[in-house]
């Protein structure tokens, strides 16, 4: 480590690798278009088509689950709507060990729509909203736990059909 005497301030420790990162950082916000004045970095011809390109894309993929719940609901597809949750969004534990699993949630069913995965209540919150959306009358309630289901049939992993077009 060198030591640096600031001017009538002491001495502040001052390594190199600080040093050059420093510098370095300094003279690469020099070179940057946006960081001299210069304003912002002009739009290339096209950069906005390939923009909306790759976002059609996205959202036509089977895994943009937000995608595919919205065309479900306009097509007020029930059945479709409820394999959509039950195979393609997956349960997640309670945030807390001692966490009710019927009343337990994480991120809300917004969450766990985007993310693929949830709780069990966020789950079936997540149904509820498009079920409602669709215009049916739906209310999230506990139930008594089936004998022919089990904890590993629940949260075992369904993943998605690939293929290429």
């Given amino acids: 480590m060198a030591r640096v005497r600031a ?3 002491g001495a502040a420790m001052l ?3 600080t040093f050059l990162l420093g510098a370095g950082a300094a ?3 020099t070179l940057w278009p946006g960081c001299t004045g210069a304003g912002p970095l002009p739009a290339l011809p096209g950069d906005f088509d390939r923009l909306r390109t790759l976002q059609t894309a996205v959202r036509g993929s089977p ?3 937000a995608v595919r719940a919205a065309d479900l ?7 479709g709507a409820v394999a959509l949750v039950r195979e393609r969004v997956a349960v997640l534990p309670p945030p807390g060990a001692l966490d009710d699993v019927t009343q337990a949630m994480r991120w809300g069913a917004d969450g766990a729509l985007r993310a693929g995965a949830g709780t069990l209540r966020e ?3 997540l149904l509820r909203a498009m079920l409602e959306a669709m215009g049916a009358t739906a209310k999230v309630k506990a139930a008594t736990w089936p004998s022919g289901l089990t904890a590993q049939a629940l949260a075992a992993a369904r993943p998605p059909a690939f293929r290429l077009e």
Avoid: T, V
């Fill in 7 to 9: 001017s009538g301030y």
């Fill in 15 to 17: 390594d190199r690798r």
């Fill in 27 to 29: 003279g690469a916000a």
């Fill in 63 to 65: 895994d943009h689950l």
């Fill in 73 to 79: 609901i306009a097509s007020k597809d029930a059945r």
């Fill in 123 to 125: 789950r079936a919150e």
